[in-house]
């Protein structure tokens, strides 16, 4: 585990606590995504989000205390914002979950770039277990999402019954990371981009076989 070294709140209170601390995550987590955490700079993180160390301090007791509130507040948002919500409220499971791994990024920054959550999960959970913690819970959030999701669709007649949802979200997930990890590491968008034609032919497998033969009956 990562030594932590401990500051107390020092410096005025800045006139805007909450914006200061906004940008403050925000900075912390381009910094982090580009540098990784142990090599992250503190002084890049200031520059960016043009604050001073003291208006650092008195939001975060330490460098550990700001990654572990980019996991918990910015991290989280973004697996929420992109998976939970648009789950919560589809129409059609299997759809949903095609658009959103169509929706995935390919563009040159993000494939260098990787995906936040698993590259902070790789570099700091055999390190420091506040991290692991914080990182499982957003795994665990994610997947939890995705069965209940499947379940749902199965309620609905949407996703095959012969399926176990926890299973099944397992294993999409672990793909759907796979990829964007051997993107990263090939530095090939064509990559991910035949990783998503892949799960999205895997996703529509789930489909009840009742809607597979309809389709067949349409093109007869």
């Known amino acids: ?3 932590v070294q401990h500051r107390p709140r020092s410096g005025p209170k800045p006139r805007d606590p909450e914006r200061t601390r906004r940008r403050l995550l925000q900075a912390a987590f381009e910094e982090v995504y580009k540098s ?3 090599s992250a700079d503190l002084d890049a993180v200031l520059e960016k989000a043009g604050v001073t160390k003291g208006a650092l301090y008195y939001h975060f007791e330490n460098k550990e205390a700001l990654g572990y509130a980019v996991v918990e507040e910015i991290i989280t948002a973004i697996t929420r ?3 939970l919500i648009p789950l919560q409220h589809a129409d059609n499971t299997i759809d949903a979950l095609a658009g959103i791994v169509r929706s995935t990024s390919v563009k040159s920054e993000h494939v260098r770039g990787g995906c936040p959550l698993n590259n902070l999960a790789q570099e700091m959970s055999p390190l420091d277990e506040g991290f692991r913690k914080r990182l499982a819970k957003v795994f665990s ?3 939890d999402g995705v069965a209940s999701a499947l379940r749902d669709g199965q309620k609905r007649g949407q996703v095959r019954p012969d399926i176990d949802a926890h299973e099944t979200a397992t294993f ?3 793909a759907y990371e796979g990829y964007i990890s051997l993107a990263k590491n090939s530095q090939d968008a064509q990559v991910l981009r035949s990783g998503q034609k892949r799960l999205v032919r895997y996703l529509e497998s789930l489909r009840p076989l009742t809607s597979k033969g309809d389709l067949e009956e349409k093109k007869c």
């Open 36 to 38: 990784g955490f142990q």
């Open 81 to 83: 914002e992109k998976w």
């Open 172 to 174: 999409f997930i672990a």
């Open 141 to 143: 959030d994610w997947l």
């Open 1 to 3: 585990m990562l030594a």
